[in-house]
């Protein structure tokens, strides 16, 4: 991992498919598998970069390793820190997870790390001070959202699924993204903290309400909200993902 090569695209660091495949121990056609079973799940620019014409043959010249793209390739995936937590997602194995992690805090995040410029004493206390007043009113701020959320969001009051809902969509406004990209990501989030596997989950209630003589028709209605609902467990965790989400997201 430590001779990983840095790739940027739009101002932020990527991943080719092999290099993927490499990190996760696996090999390149499983990572083709897994895209092409889930490509609903991913977005273009957000999740990953399709290169291709023009844009393929600019980067080929711009990179130093001459094998990390093959020379008769004609389309290329680059692969965000966003896209690589789909993959690890769709492996789900401790190696992936593992990889995953390690890339997140040395490769996705070295990106974001910037180097302060040289300043005289007085632009430092200065900024300093500026600095101070401004974490003061972030964390007003952020204490306000959660005293908030913590309102809005109680086991208690029976109406944790309209909340977070509600919650939800706000999510999808302050990330640009939609209401189906956030629930896929925090069902995501869910599986890795909780060590469940929602799909098997809800395949398993269906079937069982078919057996106890529910009609097919509302069995198969069921989702995975519904499948979190009956573990009280699951639910807290859940809860708990989704107010670090609306935090973080500023929502």
């Not at 004493?121 to 204490?143: C, F, H, T």
């Amino acid at each position: 991992m430590e001779n990983l090569q840095v790739i940027e695209r739009e101002n932020q660091r990527v991943l080719t498919t092999a290099q993927i495949a490499e990190q996760y121990e696996t090999s390149v056609d499983r990572i083709k598998v897994n895209f092409n079973r889930n490509k609903e799940r991913y977005t273009e620019g957000k999740h990953y970069y399709c290169l291709t014409g023009d844009a393929l043959k600019e980067f080929k010249s711009e990179v130093s390793n001459c094998n990390l793209v093959k020379s008769n390739l004609n389309k290329l995936y680059l692969w965000t820190e966003k896209g690589a937590l789909l993959h690890a997602k769709s492996l789900n194995t401790d190696k992936a997870w593992q990889a995953y992690e390690f890339l997140v805090d040395n490769y996705f995040e070295t990106k974001k790390e910037q180097t302060l410029p040289t300043m005289s004493q007085m632009e430092m206390i200065a900024a300093i001070a500026s600095n101070a007043a401004e974490l003061e009113k972030k964390q007003r701020e952020l204490e306000r959202r959660m005293d908030l959320i913590s309102e809005t969001i109680s086991l208690d009051k029976g109406e944790w699924r309209r909340d977070t809902h509600s919650l939800v969509c706000r999510i999808a406004r302050a990330t640009n993204s939609t209401v189906g990209e956030v629930y896929s990501e925090l069902y995501i989030l869910l599986e890795n903290r909780a060590g469940v596997n929602l799909e098997a989950r809800k395949y398993h209630m269906r079937k069982r309400m078919i057996q106890e003589g529910v009609p097919y028709s509302m069995a198969i209605k069921k989702n995975n909200i519904d499948v979190i609902a009956m573990d009280k467990k699951l639910t807290e965790i859940y809860l708990a993902i989704v107010k670090e989400m609306a935090i973080k997201a500023g929502a």
